[in-house]
Structure formats: structure tokens, C-alpha cells
């Protein structure tokens, strides 16, 4: 079983940045796709972006597009959400989760996903 535990949350302003971390531990993650979601108190979870461990493609939410990098560190088995340019609307918790899909569909659906983290809280204030 793949344990992920995600940090790297916090305070910033808008305009500055952040870079979240989600580290896997269990398994190695080939095949997978790891998906970065976030929830705002009061919303549904929502996608923000995703990964193919395997072969490297992306993808992301369009309200995020331009400015969150997502990438990985297999020596780290780690994904990592470089956030830059927050905005007070980006303030949620951040989960990251893992889809097992070997062919690299990246999936925005919150149920396609399993082995969710804990979460970190990312709060950006204007």
C-alpha cells in the first residue's frame, strides 16, 4: 500500500509562491499517475494538475495554467507543485493522490484517484 504525505503548505501573499510537496512511500509509482486536488471550505474538491510518473505528461486545470509546475523526482519518489503568482482564490487544502493508469490518462475526476495524502493547507492573502 503507497503511503503519500504532502507538505510544503503555509501563508504567502498574493503574487508570491509556494512549492508543495508530495512524497510517496510503499511502492515505486511507475504506472501511476499522480494528481495534485485542492478543496476550498465550502466547494467541491477540484483538479489542479497531474502527472504521469512513467512517462512525464501533464496536465493542468485551466485557472492554474501558467502559473503551477508540476514535477517529479524519482530519485526522491516525490512530486512536487511549484505554485507561483498565488492568488487569495487558490487558498484551499492541497491533497495529491495516485491513479493507477498505465497508458497516462491524467484524469481531473477526484473518484478516478486512490491513496489520498492528508493534506496541506495553503492559505494566500491579498
Known amino acids: 500500500q503507497v503511503q503519500l504525505v504532502e507538505s510544503g503548505g503555509g501563508l504567502a501573499q498574493a503574487g508570491g509562491s509556494l512549492r508543495l510537496s508530495c512524497a510517496a512511500s510503499?511502492?515505486?509509482?511507475?504506472?501511476?499517475?499522480v494528481g495534485w486536488f485542492r478543496q476550498a471550505p465550502g466547494k467541491e474538491r477540484e483538479f489542479v494538475a497531474a502527472v504521469f510518473w512513467s512517462g512525464g505528461n501533464t496536465r493542468y486545470a485551466d485557472s492554474v495554467k501558467g502559473r503551477f509546475t508540476i514535477s517529479s523526482d524519482k530519485a526522491k519518489n516525490t512530486v512536487f507543485l511549484q505554485m507561483n503568482n498565488l492568488k487569495p482564490e487558490d487558498t484551499a487544502i492541497y491533497y495529491c493522490?495516485?491513479?493507477?493508469?498505465?497508458?497516462?490518462?491524467?484524469?481531473?475526476?477526484?473518484?478516478?484517484?486512490?491513496?489520498w495524502g492528508q493534506g496541506t493547507q495553503v492559505t494566500i492573502s491579498s
Open positions: 493522490a495516485l491513479d493507477y493508469s498505465p497508458l497516462g490518462r491524467t484524469s481531473i475526476t477526484p473518484s478516478d484517484y486512490n491513496n
Open positions: 510503499g511502492r515505486t509509482l511507475s504506472g501511476y499517475v
